[in-house]
């Protein structure tokens, strides 16, 4: 079971070893060192003896991440140690780089070891559903990539409620009721647009205006095939009703969108002006941005409707967990200003406590006006699935 | 003719009679465990009640049904295409490097297909990288005829493999016959060869059509909804009977395959008793023998070359993932499939064996069931497998689930209940090759049923032995979605850590356990075809 270590220790030495140089200059600015860390209760034991790297370690280092301020927020110094064995479940997408992060948590925490089981988050939810009725749980925690397998084992109350101390740093929107889960990464969606052809006054405040916007016609883009997009008319149809969303998908056709594989294609046609503009999750056009700086690509949020959907990747303690409180130090780890920044730089999701920014100067989380929906209806994709057949978009 | 007239009345390395029952009813005691955690399937579809006909006639539902048929009958047919010419062609053509060509064709069936898909789908598209490298727009490869190629270019080895089992054992003097008694080269083929080779190409078609049917990767990454997709659907949106429903109507539809399969196989034309007569008739193709290596080499070229070049072309280029982002490779992670996977072939042997040899020797109805029933596993998505399995064993007894979790066990399980199918198909036609006058002989002799077993019947039926397992050990390999949620914590193998790599946008990360796995499987391949020289 020395899987999790051995390799990924050498590696996290040597990088460290790289990184001493600028790390030295870098421990100024610290997190936690020039800001409020009054939350979190006892004020950790900084001088314990775990050794937080600087937080260059933490960020990324492309074009994205150069030149941020500090992060604000609570430093992993002015968190409690961890310690102990922790079993985790931990949901596809992005979880590899979730996991990345759990490598440098039991590098600074000797005595800590995570023994972490991944699949796909829905998989997984069940999985637990199933385990915690038969009162055989095997995982601690759950750290699932999206809010609806986080909303399935709430609803079916296989979660154990965490403290308050843990999760009020995250905006209630992105908590569960009865502080079931909290979410510790988010992901937008938003509307790439080409600098050259439009500017952002171009792009309609509300998803519905769309279709009659002349610039759109014939140069638009989606991947309707792919998981988020799926999301994102849920979204549409819990806000707005199923024929109003099928009627709009219609539109859109009418309008002459141009169907995509992924939203990563129609990021980068949009960048290369291929497309005017399209729908995509925001960190699409980050990673056409990382790699290519000069690229005329901006986005474009919509208000109070699904344009502006934000799901997050969360964090819930399973029910029957023995250790509670370690999960509960995990998860503030999780949501500390070096772990927030590491998820905006490496994988440019939306940082879930308002002292972090967004790469590429994006609206804050708490600027990003999303629509009024329980992100746990998401999973209910099978209506979804046959309006969009219905509208002949699938 | 019956298998019993065919091999004789003396299948004597059965014990007496007492013990002949009791051995019957150990194989098919394990053949119903094997299926066992399948049942909740039946309870979890009863609790729809009178719906569960509305559901199962809804054009959604009849929609699935006849995609997936029709996949699995282009896969077949296409997989048939391929390879019965290419077995044909390195056994009884004299092409040249017959040798390197032979396990060149095999190797697809070593590379998991969701890799191929996944290959497939981002080489092709007109800006992907292919288009580039071209200079011509490609349409992309997706839906239905992306799923239809890219399964037929993985799974074909199957129809390759058993065909040429079967030529390398033909009595070529019945062919030499016929040629004396002026049939011409093809009618020749047709009238004597293909008769005798007809069971094998089934036993090969019968593991492409159920490999399809269960198949969740591939038409996962085409984005073709088929039973796998709509079931997995289902179950995500909580009708959970509805999935199980569906399943039921996908074993039922595993069952017409089984029937068909058997309907061909069924008076084991296939199964005589070897005199060891090889050299099968020579094709002799001329000067045609230098063009007739295109089609190896384009057939290699599709399923081998396309992968490896595009996952060598991410390890270089970093791919278009997150630069920032860096998975930790382990080669424990090799030897953890290694492992799981050589534990699944012993146990699957040990498993089929009694399953085997019963259905081969016994001309009971019963036995013939016994033998079918373990295809049920085989048909079944490892997806819904595991999640059955986790259903069935927290339902019947939480602590051998948790005992199952902590430990491999319930991982290997899985992939007995999958794999040892296979192990039974190659074990039985071995078993039914044995020629009984050897084993009467021995019992002359003076040695006991066990003894003439051990002496004579053993080592006939040994790389029958070996292929099943080969076969099991490789197909594990490549097993996903079962590893990913029946494995004990911290516990990762290659194609989990592929899995990560890919979810996470990481695909150059992706190649050196991808390549690792192809080589390891690549020589468990070596073994089954060394098996074909024995």
């Known amino acids: 079971m020395s899987d999790n270590t051995g390799f990924g220790r050498r590696r996290f030495v040597k990088t460290l070893a790289a990184g001493s140089a600028v790390g030295l200059a870098g421990c100024g600015l610290a997190p936690g060192s020039g800001t409020a860390t009054d939350s979190g209760g006892d004020g950790g034991d900084g001088g314990s003896n775990a050794e937080i790297p600087s937080l260059t370690e933490f960020r990324g280092s492309g074009t994205l991440a150069s030149g941020r301020p500090a992060p604000e927020g609570t430093s992993i110094q002015d968190l409690p140690d961890l310690s102990g064995d922790l079993n985790l479940y931990i949901g596809g997408g992005e979880g590899g780089i979730y996991y990345q992060f759990v490598e440098m948590l039991q590098e600074i925490y000797p005595e800590f070891t995570v023994f972490s089981s991944d699949a796909g988050s829905a998989s997984l939810a069940q999985t637990i559903v199933d385990e915690v009725e038969a009162g055989a749980a095997q995982a601690d925690v759950f750290w699932s990539i999206d809010a609806s397998s986080l909303g399935y084992v709430a609803n079916n109350d296989a979660y154990e409620p965490?403290?308050?101390?843990?999760?009020?740093?995250?905006?209630?929107?992105?908590?569960?009721?009865?502080?079931?889960?909290?979410?510790?990464?988010?992901?937008?969606?938003?509307?790439?647009?080409?600098?050259?052809?439009?500017?952002?006054?171009?792009?309609?405040?509300?998803?519905?205006?769309?279709?009659?916007?002349d610039a759109f016609q014939d140069a638009m883009g989606w991947a309707p095939t792919y998981g988020a997009f799926k999301s994102f008319v849920t979204a549409m149809r819990l806000q707005r009703g199923a024929d109003a969303t099928q009627q709009w998908l219609e539109s859109m056709q009418e309008a002459g969108i141009v169907r995509r594989g992924n939203e990563y294609v129609v990021s980068q046609q949009v960048a290369d002006g291929t497309l005017s503009a399209g729908f995509a999750n925001h960190y699409y056009a980050m990673r056409v941005l990382n790699q290519r700086p000069e690229a005329p690509i901006d986005l474009a949020f919509t208000s109070g409707d699904a344009g502006a959907l934000v799901n997050v990747a969360g964090a819930l303690a399973v029910q029957g967990t023995e250790k509670a409180d370690l999960v509960a130090d995990f998860v503030q780890h999780l949501l500390s200003a070096e772990a927030q920044e590491f998820f905006a730089t490496v994988s440019f999701a939306y940082p879930m406590i308002p002292g972090v920014q967004p790469v590429g100067g994006l609206p804050t989380v708490d600027e990003l006006n999303p629509p009024e929906i329980d992100l746990a209806e998401l999973a209910n994709l099978q209506p979804t699935l046959e309006l969009m057949r219905e509208a002949g978009v699938l | 003719m019956s298998v019993r007239e065919r091999v004789g009345p003396a299948s004597d390395f059965l014990p007496e009679d007492g013990v002949d029952a009791a051995y019957a009813a150990l194989a098919t005691l394990l053949a119903l465990v094997l299926v066992a955690p399948l049942a909740w399937l039946l309870v979890d579809?009863?609790?729809?009640?009178?719906?569960?006909?509305?559901?199962?006639?809804?054009?959604?539902?009849?929609?699935?049904?006849?995609?997936?048929?029709?996949?699995?009958?282009?896969?077949?047919?296409?997989?048939?295409?391929?390879?019965?010419?290419?077995?044909?062609?390195?056994?009884?053509?004299?092409?040249?490097?017959?040798?390197?060509?032979?396990?060149?064709?095999?190797?697809?069936?070593?590379?998991?297909?969701?890799?191929?898909?996944?290959?497939?789908?981002?080489?092709?598209?007109?800006?992907?990288?292919?288009?580039?490298?071209?200079?011509?727009?490609l349409p992309a490869l997706e839906g239905f005829v992306g799923a239809a190629v890219v399964l037929t270019l993985y799974t074909y080895p199957y129809i390759f493999l058993t065909t040429r089992a079967s030529l390398l054992s033909l009595d070529a003097s019945l062919v030499e016959a016929a040629r004396t008694l002026n049939c011409g080269r093809l009618a020749a083929f047709r009238r004597v060869t293909l008769p005798q080779i007809l069971p094998g190409i089934a036993a090969g078609a019968l593991l492409v059509a159920l490999y399809t049917l269960a198949d969740f990767g591939t038409p996962n990454f085409m984005n073709l909804e088929v039973y796998t997709q709509f079931i997995y659907s289902r179950h995500r949106a909580g009708m959970g009977?509805?999935?199980?429903?569906?399943?039921?109507?996908?074993?039922?539809?595993?069952?017409?395959?089984?029937?068909?399969?058997?309907?061909?196989?069924?008076?084991?034309?296939?199964?005589?008793?070897?005199?060891?007569?090889?050299?099968?008739?020579?094709?002799?193709?001329?000067?045609?023998?230098?063009?007739?290596?295109?089609?190896?080499?384009?057939?290699?070229?599709?399923?081998?070359?396309?992968?490896?070049?595009?996952?060598?072309?991410?390890?270089?280029?970093?791919?278009?993932?997150?630069?920032?982002?860096?998975?930790?490779?382990?080669?424990?992670?090799?030897?953890?499939?290694?492992?799981v996977s050589l534990l699944a072939a012993v146990a699957s042997i040990l498993v089929a064996l009694p399953i085997a040899l019963r259905s081969a020797t016994a001309d009971s109805k019963l036995s013939s069931v016994t033998a079918r029933i373990p295809y049920v596993g085989y048909a079944t998505p490892g997806i819904v497998l595991a999640i059955a399995l986790i259903a069935f064993t927290l339902e019947a007894a939480p602590p051998l689930y948790e005992l199952g979790r902590d430990t491999v066990a319930l991982v290997v399980f899985a992939y007995v209940v999958r794999f040892m199918p296979q192990a039974i198909g190659s074990i039985r036609t071995s078993t039914m090759q044995v020629d009984d006058r050897l084993v009467e002989a021995a019992r002359t002799l003076g040695r006991s049923r066990f003894g003439a077993f051990r002496a004579v019947t053993f080592p006939l039926i040994l790389p029958g032995i070996v292929t099943g397992a080969a076969l099991v050990f490789l197909t594990s390999m490549k097993e996903l979605p079962a590893t990913l949620l029946l494995r004990p914590f911290g516990f990762d193998t290659l194609v989990?850590?592929?899995?990560?790599?890919?979810?996470?946008?990481?695909?150059?990360?992706?190649?050196?356990?991808?390549?690792?796995?192809?080589?390891?499987?690549?020589?468990?391949?070596?073994?089954?075809?060394?098996q074909e020289d024995n």
């Open chain 2, 496 to 530: 989990t850590f592929i899995w990560r790599a890919e979810e996470t946008g990481l695909y150059g990360q992706a190649a050196i356990p991808a390549f690792v796995l192809v080589v390891v499987s690549g020589l468990s391949m070596a073994v089954l075809l060394t």
């Open chain 1, 162 to 213: 965490m403290p308050d101390e843990a999760v009020e740093s995250v905006p209630s929107d992105f908590r569960g009721d009865d502080n079931a889960w909290v979410g510790v990464a988010g992901r937008a969606r938003s509307v790439p647009y080409n600098t050259d052809e439009l500017s952002e006054s171009d792009i309609p405040d509300k998803v519905a205006d769309f279709p009659g916007t």
């Open chain 2, 45 to 137: 579809a009863a609790g729809l009640g009178g719906e569960a006909l509305d559901f199962l006639v809804a054009s959604e539902t009849l929609a699935v049904l006849v995609r997936s048929v029709a996949l699995v009958a282009v896969v077949t047919v296409g997989g048939v295409a391929i390879g019965v010419p290419l077995a044909v062609l390195t056994v009884q053509a004299s092409i040249p490097f017959r040798r390197f060509w032979t396990v060149l064709i095999a190797l697809p069936l070593a590379v998991p297909s969701y890799l191929g898909a996944f290959a497939a789908i981002s080489a092709f598209g007109p800006s992907g990288p292919l288009s580039e490298a071209l200079g011509v727009p």
């Open chain 2, 241 to 339: 009977g509805y999935a199980a429903l569906l399943s039921l109507q996908l074993l039922a539809v595993t069952g017409v395959i089984l029937a068909a399969e058997s309907a061909i196989g069924a008076d084991d034309s296939g199964a005589y008793a070897s005199r060891g007569n090889r050299g099968a008739a020579e094709l002799d193709l001329g000067a045609w023998r230098y063009p007739a290596m295109a089609l190896p080499a384009l057939v290699a070229a599709a399923a081998l070359a396309l992968p490896i070049g595009i996952f060598g072309f991410w390890l270089l280029r970093g791919g278009p993932g997150y630069e920032l982002a860096q998975l930790t490779f382990s080669w424990s992670y090799g030897w953890n499939s290694v492992k």
